[in-house]
């Protein structure tokens, strides 16, 4: 009989091998990957000429292929972007116009697809004649990204209400400050600094908070809803730049942030938010789930120099 036990043993764990190898089963000693995971990085769009796409040097009067590939090696998924060109149209010209703005949607990393989506833009051209008197002309043609991206953070703050020490008992945690690395987007929150404050009634802490947020990228924030006048040339006031809306979550309760939207400066900016409903004192010092979730337009160019010779 022990032979057969033995037997026993051995066919059972072969199979619970064969199974965690098929991923029947989940390893309980390896943690799942998330989305989390993949927010990391500090860009969105990544965006490079193709090799000879446009040439270095060509001729006058001569046909010509213009070519990018984007790369989206951010987290977060982009639905309607756009991509412009410009050149210098005395010296140039496209070969069929409805081409130099065109939308263009890229998944970005997940679990599904760990590297992000890419696709590769090719457009025709054809150079100009150059002036008589010269041998050569230089000119740039210029490549153009528009596009709405977030950026999103969840993290687990401490909520302590007794803000004076009073109570006599062991805090499950402590208020302190948060210093954060890019969330996998060109905007970043880079640190989240907490405080609990009195209330009006007494009976009432209310939690806020300080986030400090910055542009990390390779180009400019602007107004969410503007991306299309970017890239298709038409100018843009002040106020349309550098705009960020935040919404801040605590548990399920939204904040009051303030100010709403963001005007992010150049070295960066911060938003308070404020938990105005205000948490019970009697209620014992806890964990909770803090989510910070950025929405903005991002805009990001390259450029490259073409000779144009007789």
Not at 26 to 43: A, I, L, M, Y
Not at 217 to 224: A, C, L, R, S, T
Not at 235 to 253: A, Q
Request: proline fraction near 5%.
């Amino acid at each position: 009989m022990k032979p057969n036990k033995n037997i026993k043993m051995i066919l059972l764990s072969v199979i619970i091998l064969v199974l965690f190898m098929s991923g029947c089963v989940s390893n309980p000693f390896v943690r799942p990957t998330t989305q989390d995971d993949f927010r990391t990085g500090r860009q969105g769009i990544l965006m490079e000429f193709l090799t000879n796409a446009p040439p270095s040097e060509t001729y006058e009067d001569y046909p010509f292929q213009i070519g990018v590939i984007l790369k989206n090696v951010g987290a977060y998924d982009i639905k309607n972007g756009f991509i412009s060109f410009t050149i210098e149209e005395d010296y140039m010209e496209l070969m069929n116009q409805n081409e130099g703005v065109s939308r263009f949607s890229l998944k970005g990393k997940s679990v599904s697809l760990p590297t992000g989506d890419q696709l590769i833009k090719i457009i025709k051209a054809k150079t100009k004649k150059i002036d008589e008197q010269s041998e050569k002309h230089e000119s740039a043609i210029l490549a153009n990204v528009c596009y709405q991206y977030q950026t999103k953070k969840d993290i687990t703050t401490c909520i302590d209400t007794d803000i004076y020490n009073l109570k006599k008992m062991q805090k499950v945690c402590l208020v302190r400050d948060i210093t954060l690395t890019p969330q996998g987007a060109p905007v970043a929150i880079t640190k989240i600094e907490s405080e609990m404050l009195p209330a009006e009634d007494d009976n009432l802490i209310k939690p806020a908070f300080k986030i400090q947020i910055k542009n990390v990228g390779n180009g400019e924030v602007i107004d969410k809803d503007k991306i299309s006048d970017v890239c298709s040339s038409e100018p843009l006031e002040h106020k349309e730049l550098n705009i960020v809306d935040v919404k801040v979550m605590l548990s399920n309760e939204e904040l009051e942030c303030k100010p709403e939207p963001l005007k992010l400066k150049y070295d960066g900016d911060e938003i308070r938010c404020i938990f105005e409903k205000g948490i019970p004192k009697e209620m014992a010092t806890y964990t909770s789930p803090l989510t910070i979730e950025l929405n903005y337009g991002y805009t990001y160019s390259i450029s490259k120099k073409v000779i144009i010779k007789k």
